[in-house]
């Protein structure tokens, strides 16, 4: 019987996606930023609840230019790719997934790193493979962000790259033969040669192919053109969508998928779960958190999200949705979430803050099980990506009471099928 699967989602600065989560009374992610025991914990708990894996979003700048509106917590931000080789040596089984933008690192250089880290996890890395949306993130190296279709032509061409790289370098061409002084197979390797529009690369390849291959790739992009990047190259979709519109979400990623005659995806939609003894006290933690986010940082957090700029918008006029050079895949998802209303600037901004378009499913244990069964049988969808409110007692909260109520159900897993990220993926 198939299962549910769970990834779950944070970032490497003090809040994950909640804005100020950090400075909620319980919450220990902004002074364990640099702690290894912090995220080695965080680590072990979702492997004991046995999730697929943990998944690190990333951009590589701020919201904003304007060192006043970094106060609250969107920086620091540490590299999650050096983070996750600490994880990987106090787990055997979670999968370990960061996020590395096409821009700013040439494409041997992204194979190398992220295969170096997904040999020393004996095969537990997955790439997250983002073309970046946000004007700051090309500033910051000194850029000009290209217009959004062209960004997904590129990165095409960055993945035929990696591709070439991959197959260049079988496993079993390491043959370790002292005895005649030959640690490769040479007649197993194969050059490089890449002259692309965008990209060269010219060498032998350095980085082996790793217990599982590949990296396993992760998209998210959920425009026109962004599901045709990911019907093309990922093992899973990470989205964001309201309960009404995931129907329809699933059906334009298979749809995409049929006309290149690509398998369809598998689409993980993102959650926000709020465990508690009753409905009542779910609902006081999400007033907790909402009376901590400061309206004008939230503003700021939709308008990059959306690509827009909200200074002369009135905060209690509705916003419309429409064209973006930013991110098409979040604009749409903000249309289906506002369809039968008109929000304010300020209710999106809001809502955008404490949950970011991830449904929040509030009560008891039993349901939260029952909401996510539901959903998953409804939807077609493969799992969940799981989004905290507070860190880390969110995944304590759902590994104690709600991964044994999905156990019962023969809903999840009790046993990992393998030990590299791919295994346990694809696991039925
Ligand atoms: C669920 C989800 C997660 C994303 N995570 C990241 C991320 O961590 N870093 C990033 O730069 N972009 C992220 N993005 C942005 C997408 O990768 C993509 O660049 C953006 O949505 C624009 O593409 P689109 O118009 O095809 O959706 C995410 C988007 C979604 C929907």
Redesign the pocket.
């Known amino acids: 019987m198939a299962q549910i699967h769970f990834n779950f989602?944070a970032?490497t600065a003090p809040s994950n996606h909640v804005q100020a989560s950090w400075a909620h009374p319980e919450d220990r992610q902004g002074a364990g930023l640099y702690s290894p025991q912090y995220w080695c914990d965080v680590a072990r708990t979702l492997e004991r609840g046995f999730f697929d894996g943990i998944f690190?979003?990333?951009?590589?700048s701020t919201n904003t230019q304007n060192v006043e509106d970094a106060a609250e917590g969107g920086i620091p931000r540490i590299d999650p790719l050096m983070l996750v080789t600490l994880m990987s040596q106090v787990t055997r089984h979670l999968g370990l997934a960061v996020?590395l933008?096409t821009i700013g690192t040439p494409p041997f250089l992204a194979v190398r790193r992220l295969g170096t880290v997904d040999h020393l996890s004996g095969g537990r890395l997955a790439w997250?493979?983002?073309?970046?949306?946000?004007e700051n993130?090309f500033a910051a190296l000194g850029l000009e962000r290209p217009e959004?279709d062209s960004?997904?032509d590129q990165a095409d061409e960055y993945m035929d790259v990696a591709y070439r790289l991959w197959d260049a370098f079988p496993a079993d061409a390491i043959i370790m033969d002292k005895a005649a002084g030959r640690y490769i197979d040479t007649a197993k390797i194969k050059p490089v040669h890449y002259n692309g529009k965008y990209y060269r690369c010219n060498s032998l390849p350095v980085m082996p192919c790793s217990p599982q291959g590949r990296p396993l790739i992760f998209?998210?992009?959920?425009?026109?053109?962004?599901?045709r990047?990911a019907a093309q190259h990922a093992d899973a979709v990470?989205?964001?969508q309201p309960e009404v519109a995931m129907k329809s979400y699933i059906a334009s990623t298979r749809a995409a998928a049929e006309e290149i005659g690509r398998p369809h995806p598998r689409v993980f939609f993102?959650i926000q779960p709020y465990v508690a003894s009753t409905e009542a006290e779910a609902e006081r933690q999400l007033e907790t958190l909402k009376s901590r986010v400061a309206l004008d940082q939230a503003v700021i957090r939709l308008g990059a999200i959306l690509g827009r700029d909200f200074n002369d918008h009135d905060v209690d006029q509705p916003i419309e949705t429409g064209e973006?050079q930013?991110?098409?895949?979040?604009?749409?998802?903000v249309g289906n979430w506002t369809k039968d209303r008109s929000p304010t600037l300020r209710e999106m901004a809001l809502d955008l803050a404490v949950s970011p378009?991830s449904p929040r499913i509030m009560g008891t244990p039993e349901h939260v099980a029952d909401t996510l069964e539901k959903w998953w049988r409804d939807t077609g969808c493969y799992g969940f990506?799981f989004s905290p409110h507070v860190m880390p007692g969110s995944i304590d909260a759902f590994v104690d009471h709600v991964v044994p109520i999905l156990q019962q159900r023969g809903l999840m897993r009790t046993e990992y099928a393998g030990t590299t990220y791919r295994e346990n993926l694809l696991q039925q």
């Open positions: 989602v970032q690190f979003a990333d951009t590589l996020t933008t997250n493979v983002v073309t970046s949306y946000h993130d959004h960004r997904y998209q998210a992009g959920a425009s026109g053109r962004g599901m990047f990470f989205a964001l993102g973006t930013a991110s098409q895949g979040w604009m749409t998802a378009m990506t």
